[in-house]
């Protein structure tokens, strides 16, 4: 959907939040398949740009928009059997930097909260043994990217925040 079609379908899109995203452990890089580096650079990367191309235009006529777009902290290193996961969020994080340069001079705001894991049910059943007290409760990352879409964050453009949880 273009951007035109979107404000026409639902109205002006002040805010943006680019969450969409899957982690998978996977094999190690060498092992990887190419359908497993697509998967995860289609299901990180290109939700993240089908998404801004869908709103970014309108936001840069009206000068002015926030875009929050969602990484993971994992991904600020390289993990084994994580090699495509971390690649892929990686790409999120340097395509959120480069949005902020590149929207910055049109009142538009891009930022990028980086979370560890999150405590779901998903998560929960997946890790069985983990304490999810030191996860993110998905209340907190909420309370973040309400945050980073407020007046009181326009002067943040570019940032990776953290969002760790109590550990």
Known sequence: MCSSGVEDHYGAVDALCAVAGEFDMGD???????????AMYNLNVRT????VR??????????????VAVGANAALKG??????YCAAKSAVMRISESM?????EHSINVNCVL?????????RAAMPDA???LWV???????????LCSVQARAIHGALIPVVGLS
């Open 28 to 38: 190690a890089v060498h092992d990887t398949t190419d359908d497993q580096w697509n």
């Open 48 to 51: 993240l740009l089908n998404a």
């Open 54 to 67: 869908a709103v970014a235009p309108a936001m840069k006529a009206r000068k002015a928009g926030k875009i």
């Open 79 to 84: 993990i084994a059997q994580m090699g495509s």
């Open 100 to 104: 902020a340069g590149e929207l910055r």
């Open 115 to 123: 979370p560890s894991i999150l405590d779901t049910p998903e998560n």
């Open 131 to 133: 304490d999810p007290a």
């Open 137 to 147: 409760a998905p209340s907190d990352l909420a309370s973040v990217i309400a945050f």
